[in-house]
């Protein structure tokens, strides 16, 4: 009897030793008491590296730099960046055009600087985002020169490579989204290849088995280094109709670039994108990693696809139909909200990033726009979903595009210049200080520091009780801090007012009211409270003068309240 208790005894044992071994291979998915993943209630920071901090004072910022403002991001309330490509790069579109997707350019800093911004983001619970290019490569990346090289190379079918129709002419009448033909034609195999944005960010074919397992790989690579994501560029360009068949000229005319009005019909948002995606996430499913999507989509259904079934796709896609309401409107603002909050998904919000116009100057009136930074934080900072911040909105720094052709540097403001600028105007470098530079570098920074920066920057906004960045603190801790931010629900009320957007947010019985005025006079609003169990509103955060008496909330113009509310 003995021996047999033994040996129970010793398989027991055994069972709980490869258990505890499974478990510790396995991630553990940090869920909070409401079942929620650590991304839903995290706030996002995008950092355009370039622009952020240069640590070597070479003009251009750099890993060394990021980690120099951990704190800073810390204190500010941000609990994950992204980072904009940071990899080796020829930079002919300032990084997304890879040419080795496992290394850190450097320009930026070394894989060792990278490891020192990991291990010190962790320490300060701040997750790192990774921007991942998989549309295309560079042409300089080792696969494409292999590819290149002969019509039998091993990387041949790793891209896109057909005969033309003819003698001078491509395989079809696709145009690329930076201007020109999409096909190049290369003289030594004879052959094109496509790109859908330039000719040095040659397309990679998703067809083939072997370039799925490739990227899949870069994937894990970075995860085991302490990434915590990616956010995916370009995903509705993976792939393109194998056939060819010519996209439809949708009107008369030529755009910015001189290339005719196509609708991207055969060659953008083909259904095989969602197998990629749902690939992509099962990947980052078992390293506990979130994948933020850049989905550009007509509407919430088309948006609601990129969750997948049962949210077996993108967990964040990014709601770029918010950005285009360019105008302050309640009624419009409603509509999209709502919208969102009806999609099978967690909502993702963003008002601001890299390729588009800063919010300050969209939504800014020239006068008031201060007030209105205040007024688009406050909104998009309290609904239910998962915010993305743009380096820099939390200081109101404004888009100061160039003057001349001949101080663009993004090509696509060179090749369209005067209709298309470019995006220089909204990658300037961030505003820390009053001093030299804006205290982003002292060398001479690769594109000019706005003047702005001599009343909107860090340093002084932080002394200044009323400044745009104080009120982003405020809301952010009150966002991080209070149940009914955080995991309550969406109620919009008083749905007929023309100047004020309000709504609700609720958690069991702590609830939160966000009174948004977005005219230029004074409002008054008595809250619809009685068919949502509350009576009146206690002020939280507001700017100015407004305020709430009882259930009525006065506003300033351009005014914000944010009230606690009581039974």
Request: net charge negative; glycine share 8%.
């Amino acid at each position: 009897m003995k021996n047999v208790i033994s040996r129970i005894a010793k398989f027991l044992f055994c069972v709980c030793i490869l258990a505890l071994t499974a478990a510790a291979q396995t991630p553990a998915h940090a869920v909070d008491a409401e079942g929620h993943q650590w991304w839903q209630n995290a706030v996002f920071y995008e950092i355009y590296p370039r622009s952020f901090a240069d640590s070597n004072n070479d003009g251009v910022g750099d890993l060394k730099g990021i980690t120099s403002k951990l704190d800073y991001l810390k204190d500010l309330g941000v609990d994950a960046i992204w980072i904009s490509p940071c990899f080796p790069s020829p930079q002919v579109d300032f990084g997304y055009d890879v040419s080795d997707y496992e290394n850190i350019d450097p320009m930026y800093g070394t894989l060792a600087d990278f490891d020192v911004l990991a291990s010190e983001a962790k320490k300060r619970g701040i997750h790192i985002i990774l921007d991942f290019v998989v549309n295309h490569s560079s042409d300089q990346h080792p696969w494409f020169l292999d590819s290149k090289s002969s019509r039998t190379s091993a990387h041949r079918d790793w891209y896109i490579w057909r005969d033309g129709k003819g003698p001078g002419e491509p395989p079809n009448n696709w145009v690329s989204g930076f201007g020109g033909s999409a096909w190049k034609f290369d003289p030594a195999t004879n052959q094109y290849y496509y790109h859908y944005f330039y000719a040095e960010q040659p397309d990679l074919n998703w067809r083939n088995p072997a370039v799925k397992d490739a990227m899949f790989d870069v994937t894990r690579w970075w995860y085991k280094r302490g990434v915590a994501g990616f956010r995916l560029d370009a995903v509705d360009t993976l792939f393109e109709d194998p056939n060819l068949q010519d996209n439809p000229i949708t009107r008369p005319g030529q755009n910015a670039f001189g290339d005719p009005f196509e609708k991207n019909k055969y060659n953008t948002k083909l259904p095989e994108v969602h197998d990629i995606l749902r690939g992509l996430r099962k990947v980052a499913d078992e390293h506990d990693a979130v994948l933020v999507g850049e989905t550009w989509t007509a509407d919430v259904a088309e948006l609601n696809q990129y969750y997948g079934e049962g949210n077996n796709e993108l967990q964040l896609p990014m709601d770029f139909l918010f950005t285009m309401v360019n105008k302050l409107s309640p009624a419009e603002f409603r509509k999209q909200i709502a919208a969102v909050n009806a999609a099978s998904g967690w909502p993702t919000f963003v008002i601001s990033n890299h390729d588009i116009v800063r919010s300050y100057d969209r939504y800014g009136d020239g006068q008031h726009n201060d007030q209105i930074a205040k007024l688009m934080a406050a909104l998009y900072l309290t609904l239910r979903g998962t915010p993305i911040m743009y380096y820099g909105e939390e200081i109101g720094m404004k888009t100061t595009p160039p003057t001349s052709k001949e101080d663009v540097r993004d090509p696509i403001g060179r090749t369209g210049w005067p209709k298309e600028k470019g995006r220089d105007g909204e990658r300037t470098p961030m505003q820390w200080d009053s001093g030299e530079n804006a205290g982003f570098s002292k060398g001479t920074p690769w594109l000019p520091v706005p003047p702005t920066f001599k009343t909107h920057n860090v340093a002084d906004e932080s002394k200044d009780p009323d400044s745009v960045l104080v009120f982003y603190k405020n809301v952010l801790k009150l966002r991080h801090t209070n149940p009914a931010l955080t995991d309550g629900s969406y109620t919009a009320i008083n749905e007929s007012d023309a100047n004020v957007l309000s709504y609700l947010r609720v958690y069991k019985d702590h609830g939160v009211v966000v009174a948004l005025n977005m005219s230029d006079a004074p409002q008054k609003v008595t809250l619809e409270l009685k068919g949502n169990g509350f009576a009146a509103a206690k002020s939280l955060l507001a700017t100015g003068k407004s305020g709430a008496s009882g259930g009525e909330i006065s506003l300033e113009p351009f005014g914000v309240f944010i009230g606690e509310l009581t039974k």
